[in-house]
């Protein structure tokens, strides 16, 4: 079974979390954990999840993505996500995560917002 990574890019004070297909309990340990660590090590003003490559998460993934926008919110920073599909709008409405966040269609959206 191969293991599903996370991929990270900083630009200036904003970190993009490029999440892998499916966004599960196994996975969001160690999405946690690098993600503690980045923002541990860096001064991060906005988080964006880009879901575009996502077509599965579990309540684990909504977890993590409320735990950053509380985190966030705390040091006056803020969360956005961009590039989902279908399922995983559906999954993140019935979450509640778009009354905490803003959803983009686009990476350079979110950027730019």
């Known amino acids: 079974m191969q293991q599903e990574t996370f991929t990270y890019e900083a630009r200036g004070e904003i970190l993009i979390i490029h999440l892998p297909k499916e966004l599960d309990h196994h996975n969001c340990r160690n999405l946690r954990y690098e993600t503690d660590l980045l923002l541990a090590e860096n001064y991060v003003n906005k988080v964006i999840f880009d879901f575009s490559d996502t077509e599965f998460m579990d309540s684990s993934g909504i977890g993590v993505l409320m735990n950053r926008c509380k985190q966030m919110s705390m040091s006056g920073g803020k969360v956005a996500v961009c590039g989902a ?15 905490m966040v803003k959803n983009f269609d686009t990476k350079e959206a979110a950027i730019a917002d």
């Open 85 to 99: 599909g279908s399922r995983v709008k559906r999954i993140l409405t019935m979450g509640g995560v778009y009354h």
